[in-house]
């Protein structure tokens, strides 16, 4: 008899996150959304006494990284860099 581990993802819709009831797919996007907003209009303006300094670049790059490696994860049943082996007698 052969041994099998399987896993189960939820999909992504139904996946929690650390940001009230926003799901990791729309994390992502308002992510991309800031680091769009920076590209463009530059990381920081003054007017006037007020300033405005957006979230850094780098910081926003290693979010959306981390947000992709859940996403990946969360449409495959296996965890990441994880392999699955069946033994059968001989």
Do not use: H, W
Request: glycine fraction near 6%.
């Amino acid at each position: 008899m052969a041994n099998v581990i399987v896993g189960i993802a939820l999909p992504d819709e139904e996946q929690p996150s650390n940001m009230g009831n926003m799901t990791t797919k729309k994390m992502l996007e308002e992510v991309q959304k800031a680091i769009y907003t920076v590209l463009v209009t530059g990381q920081s303006y003054k007017i006037g006494s007020r300033s405005l300094t957006r979230a850094n670049l780098t910081e926003l790059y290693n979010i959306e990284k981390d947000l992709k490696a859940q996403l990946a994860q969360s449409n495959s049943p296996l965890l990441d860099d994880c392999y699955v082996a069946i033994f059968d007698g001989r």
